[in-house]
């Protein structure tokens, strides 16, 4: 299972997640050891699909 922090990195780290939900880094940044919320991962996979490709998804489905 993919984590909040692969998912923020995958995006492109705190700064760049800041950017695309209008937060501050440092809300990105405590997303990373408290979750991210709810709303704003249904966003995030809306937003950008491929970054909740994971490895073992991309295996199976070969």
């Known amino acids: 299972m993919i984590t909040d922090d692969q998912i ?15 937060v501050t880094v440092g809300a990105v940044s405590q997303w ?16 950008r699909p491929d970054a909740f ?3 073992s998804k991309s295996k199976e489905a070969a």
């Open 8 to 22: 923020i990195d995958s995006l492109g780290g705190s700064s760049a997640v800041a950017e695309l939900c209008e």
């Open 32 to 47: 990373r050891t408290d979750g991210i919320p709810k709303a704003r991962l249904m966003y995030l996979k809306l937003l």
């Open 53 to 55: 490709d994971t490895p």
